[in-house]
């Protein structure tokens, strides 16, 4: 949760900067427009700005999209962005995305096991942690309502035609790295989606004016 900005852990700040949104097509930018504009319609007249991201499982895709979307809200100094994430069904937060964010520079802390562990992520020192743990969309922890829903996986946009509460629903979908899972290539295409993710939402962000 962003209500002021704090300074992010050193290896996150290098790896935004390195990070390059010229490399996003045309194409690409205008999937991405929507969101931009929703943020930027709440930023204008200093609203709350609640983004839950949202695809089947709530494994993979939907907790990367919204660990780094909440990061680049506070290095862009975007104030109150709340980031949620939920499935159309709950099962887990698989360990490769917990690792791949701790490679990147993230703080990770397991502070509940069993089926569905509940993780701390950290991405600065005096940031709130974002909690991560598999849930469905309409799940207490979420908002009810006055927040955008952004389909981040075909199956989730397709099963979901209607997101109750949801102030604008917006697909945003991304290639499942699940597909190389158990694969000599699984630790490589995680960090290849969320370095994607990264960058799109990087690009989304330093759109946002703020006045």
Not at 34 to 62: G, M, V, W, Y
Not at 136 to 159: G, H, V, W
Request: net charge neutral.
């Amino acid at each position: 949760m962003t209500t002021a900005q704090s300074t992010l852990f050193s290896q996150i700040e290098k790896l935004i900067k390195e990070l390059n949104p010229q490399s996003i097509s045309d194409e690409r930018k205008a999937i991405l427009q929507p969101l931009t504009d929703f943020i930027q319609s709440k930023a204008s007249i200093h609203q709350e700005i609640r983004i839950n991201f949202i695809c089947t499982h709530n494994s993979r895709r939907s907790h990367l999209s919204q660990v780094w979307a909440q990061t680049m809200a506070n290095y862009f100094n975007i104030k109150n962005v709340f980031c949620y994430s939920g499935g159309t069904e709950a099962t887990a937060l698989f360990p490769m995305v917990a690792n791949t964010l701790q490679n990147s520079g993230f703080q990770i802390k397991m502070i509940s096991e069993g089926n569905n562990p509940v993780y701390s992520i950290k991405y600065a020192d005096n940031a709130h942690p974002i909690i991560g743990f598999s849930k469905k969309l309409d799940d207490d922890f979420n908002p009810k309502s006055e927040f955008a829903a952004i389909m981040t996986c075909d199956s989730a946009n397709e099963a979901c035609p209607f997101v109750p509460g949801a102030e604008k629903r917006i697909p945003i979908t991304f290639e499942d790295p699940k597909v190389f899972d158990n694969t000599p290539q699984q630790a490589e295409k995680y960090k290849e989606r969320s370095l994607q993710i990264a960058t799109e939402m990087k690009y989304i962000f330093s759109k946002i004016n703020i006045k």
